[in-house]
């Protein structure tokens, strides 16, 4: 059986699910003689425009865009990429300056200067889309070029993850002369200067990235091109990968199929799979417009009630943990809260929460879920959410569904009482598993004050440079959450990765975000 406690970043050789006698395991990396290598997602951009995404439209644009900061492989901590240098300035994290590497280009043989990052920054800012990334520079006062190289972030307050914000897709760095100022850019066109350059784009097929010659940063490209192509569920894309139209997969594995795919027989020959610990999360969120959902009771009955280990164990066959914490397992300020609180579900504990709140008769409640964003399990995932909810007697379930762009404009509208979402990390921090989801403008676009929260803990967390010093603050902010019940954590993924055994690097294209790097993967040319 496979192995289900390894880690990607720790592994140094790929567990393969079928070998081929006398073969080494390691091989030897070759050049794209074979065509590109083609990645296989249920992940497709709702964007291809910086400044209109806080999605899983980053996934293409780390590969092909370019930010001041990354994460090379195998670490945590940004480290510089288009700059060659950055750091604080200042004792109190307020002023943070990058000198940029010298030379560099955009993938059109446009010059990338100051000029250009401050643009980039100012424009996300004065498009202010409701999908978009501004949220993230909620701390950042100005920016200011000094000449060709030279950028000079002013901060409104101290910001010690100021430079991880830095490093999330979101900052990419654009083309003044091609990306309009105060309005999205509207084709189907990329000009980035990340170690690729998109050659073809067909929204909801397929994107080809080919090396872009001009690049200058910390990616040291294994491949000359890759091809990913978008798929609408699971099962598609694992056909694909044994009929070798695919040579990998990356989000989007459902659970049956990790497990068909952990098995031994013909049908998995040839086949890898890895496993690593990851910290993508999955939630419920409640929305305040709504009459029902804006009762505390109502919400605290719901996260009486809830069974995310049957929920882990009958949806997702042990391939997700259950998850008591809006922080997860493996980031500082980690707890158990909503177990601590609540305990294991109890309908007769729920019925008391309703009756002593006031709120008498059978609940109404629609639950939304999008219908090809976080797998194909999700369906079965609000299914069996329905069920528990209505098997209580306390609660009328009505499911609702969109595709992800559309649905994203419907949450970000109001427009549902009760949705679910999965929060893939901008960075690896606590306080991206928090500062997201609270404040009057927030990545959910349901209003959530917790005052406490925006005006007390988070300007406290954010004054420590150690980030390990942060804990208590976050432990904290967590019991308001549990109190409030605005947010209800449901599991925590793991991350896993299909391939073919003349493919190697699955286990180190992974970033801290889970955001696949693709320069990581290679072709082994003997066994």
């Known amino acids: 059986m496979f192995n289900r ?53 980053w996934e293409l644009f780390r590969n092909i865009y370019q930010t001041l900061l990354s994460y090379p492989n195998g670490t945590t901590a940004p480290q510089p990429d288009a700059a060659e240098s950055c750091e604080f300035t200042d004792s109190t994290s307020r002023v943070y300056k990058c000198e940029l590497r010298s030379g560099l280009k955009f993938s059109n043989g446009d010059k990338l200067d100051a000029r250009a990052v401050k643009y980039s920054i100012d424009r996300i800012r004065a498009i202010n889309a409701p999908t978009g990334p501004n ?27 100021f430079p991880f914000v830095l490093a999330t897709p979101g900052m990419s ?54 091809t990913i192509r978008y798929f609408q569920d699971s099962s598609a894309m694992v056909k694909a990968l044994r009929a070798k139209d695919i040579d990998i997969t990356y989000q989007g594995l459902a659970s ?73 397992t493996g980031l500082t300020g980690h707890t158990t809260g909503f177990f601590d609180s609540f305990g294991d579900p109890d309908t007769a504990k729920a019925r008391r929460i309703l009756t002593e709140g006031g709120v008498t008769g059978t609940v109404p409640l629609t639950l939304w879920y999008t219908t090809d964003r976080y797998g194909s399990d999700t369906a079965l995932e609000f299914k069996e959410i329905k069920r528990q909810l209505e098997a209580s007697g306390l609660f009328s379930v009505t499911l609702k569904s969109r595709p992800w762009n559309s649905y994203v404009v419907g949450y970000q509208n109001g427009e549902y009482p009760v949705f679910g979402r999965g929060w893939a990390p901008d960075f690896p921090d606590p306080d991206n598993f928090v500062a997201p989801f609270v404040g009057e403008q927030n990545a959910l676009g349901t209003p959530y004050p917790a005052k406490k929260i925006t005006q007390v803990l988070l300007p406290h967390s954010r004054q ?64």
């Open 5 to 57: 406690n390894r880690s990607l970043q720790q592994m140094a050789a790929i567990v393969s699910i079928s070998l081929v006698a006398g073969c080494s395991l390691l091989g030897e990396e070759s050049s794209d003689d074979a065509g590109p290598i083609v990645v296989g997602t249920t992940s497709a951009p709702s964007t291809l425009d910086p400044a209109a995404a806080w999605d899983g439209s």
């Open 135 to 161: 949220g993230l520079l909620g701390s950042l006062d100005s920016v200011e070029a000094k000449g060709d190289r030279e950028i000079l972030f002013r901060l409104n307050k101290a910001d010690a993850t």
């Open 173 to 226: 760095v654009v083309d003044p002369d091609d990306y309009p100022a105060k309005s999205l850019r509207k084709d189907d066109g990329i000009v980035g200067s990340g170690p690729y350059r998109l050659q073809s784009y067909e929204e909801g097929k397929q994107s080809v990235l080919v090396r872009n010659d001009s690049y200058k940063g910390l990616a040291e490209r294994k491949n000359d091109a890759v």
């Open 256 to 328: 049956d199929d990790i497990v068909d795919l952990e098995g031994k027989g013909a049908a998995n020959e040839g086949l890898q799979l890895v496993e690593g610990a990851a910290t993508n999360i999955n939630y419920l969120v409640f929305n305040p417009k709504d009459s029902w959902s804006d009762k505390l009771p109502v919400r605290r009955a719901v996260a009486q009630v809830i069974d995310r280990a049957a929920i882990a164990h009958k949806v997702y066959k042990d391939t997700v943990d259950p998850l008591y914490s809006m922080v997860p």
């Open 464 to 527: 420590q440079s150690d980030r390990a010093e942060v804990a208590q603050d976050f432990e904290e902010a967590q019991q308001i959450l549990v109190r409030d019940a605005r947010l209800l954590p449901l599991w925590q993924g793991k991350q896993y990765i299909a391939s073919s055994e003349d493919v190697s690097g699955g286990e180190r294209s992974l970033d801290p975000s889970t955001i696949m790097m693709v320069w990581e993967l290679s072709r082994k040319t003997s066994w």
